[in-house]
């Protein structure tokens, strides 16, 4: 079985897609790794200057479709549940979907870069 590895961004959105609805930039967190071992999706954010980093945990029966989990990495339980599409292509992919925390729903875009090993 083939795995995938990745590096990238995550954007969350509650706005427009360019600016939130204050005017200010979206909240946007680098991703240290991302593996995807056949219907299992693990993707490690790095923490920013508003956010700490964690871990997103996804599956999927069909392969295009994947829901599942984003923990803090100071928390023992899951702090959002979330689900997206999956578009792949020779360069890289994308997760465009749904994140739900607390009473807020963002819409999501994971911008996926392929890479042969992480540094």
Known sequence: MEIDR???KVYWLSGNIFREND????LIASIK???LNGKEF???TESTNDEEG???KLSSQDGNSFTGTFTYNTS???DARISFKYYT???GA???GEWIQDTYVYTTIIELERVSEFT
């Open 76 to 78: 023992n339980s899951p």
């Open 94 to 96: 994308i997760l465009i």
């Open 42 to 44: 693990k993707i490690e």
């Open 54 to 56: 964690g871990l997103l």
């Open 23 to 26: 005017g200010s930039e979206p």
């Open 33 to 35: 790794r991302g593996i």
């Open 89 to 91: 292509n020779a360069m």
């Open 6 to 8: 990745f590096i990238g």
